[in-house]
């Protein structure tokens, strides 16, 4: 099975906690959980007038990649929300390559392996949603899990 993460571009990320408000209103989580957080490192001075200053954000255990979202095609609620186009969700095999090429960056993979969507994200200009180019849909004991822990209705097989 092939596994999925998101890999975050941090370097140009702004803080604006987008990915956090639209993470917690997509899951409905209670106060005090959040499936994404954005820490910050400094500021610092690295020399005189020059400083240090990243937000980076950084998934929770509560992260599914968006289970529900990416089972049906979708991308993930924090990749659809980021203005600054930071947070791509993939393959993690593919993820590694783009990592391996630019420093900055996060490679996350959930503890809970979520319903896994695959195919290639493609724009569809009808409906103005990016859909998986070739859907198929399989699901693992972790998501059924989560999703019952939260007590979420199962998600249709397509
Ligand atoms: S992929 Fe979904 S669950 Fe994970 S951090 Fe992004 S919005 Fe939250
Ligand atoms: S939505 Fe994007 S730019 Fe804003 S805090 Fe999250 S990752 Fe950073």
């Known amino acids: 099975m092939t596994t999925y993460g998101l890999l975050i571009d941090y370097e140009y990320c702004t803080g604006c906690e987008s990915c956090v408000v639209t993470c917690k209103e997509e899951h409905d989580y209670p106060v005090g959980k959040w499936g994404i957080r954005v820490f910050e490192d400094g500021p610092w001075e ?3 007038h020059r400083f240090n200053f990243n937000k980076i954000p950084v998934p929770t255990d ?4 968006c289970a529900k ?3 049906t095609g979708r991308e993930p609620i924090c990749v659809h929300h980021c203005l600054a186009n930071v947070i791509t969700y993939g393959p993690v095999e593919e993820l590694a390559k ?3 090429a630019k420093s900055k960056q996060v490679l996350w993979v ?3 392996k979520p319903y896994e969507a695959k195919g290639a994200f493609v ?3 009808n ?3 990016r859909k998986a180019a070739h859907l198929e849909v399989s699901e693992n004991e972790s998501a059924e899990r989560m999703a019952a822990q939260r007590g979420d ?3 249709e097989e397509i």
């Not at 509560?62 to 990649?65: G, Q, V």
């Open 62 to 65: 509560l992260c599914d990649l």
């Open 123 to 125: 724009h569809d200009p």
């Open 127 to 129: 409906k103005g949603l």
């Open 153 to 155: 209705h199962r998600v």
């Open 98 to 100: 783009k990592l391996d």
């Open 110 to 112: 959930p503890q809970f």
């Open 69 to 71: 979202r990416t089972s």
């Open 46 to 48: 690295i020399e005189e």
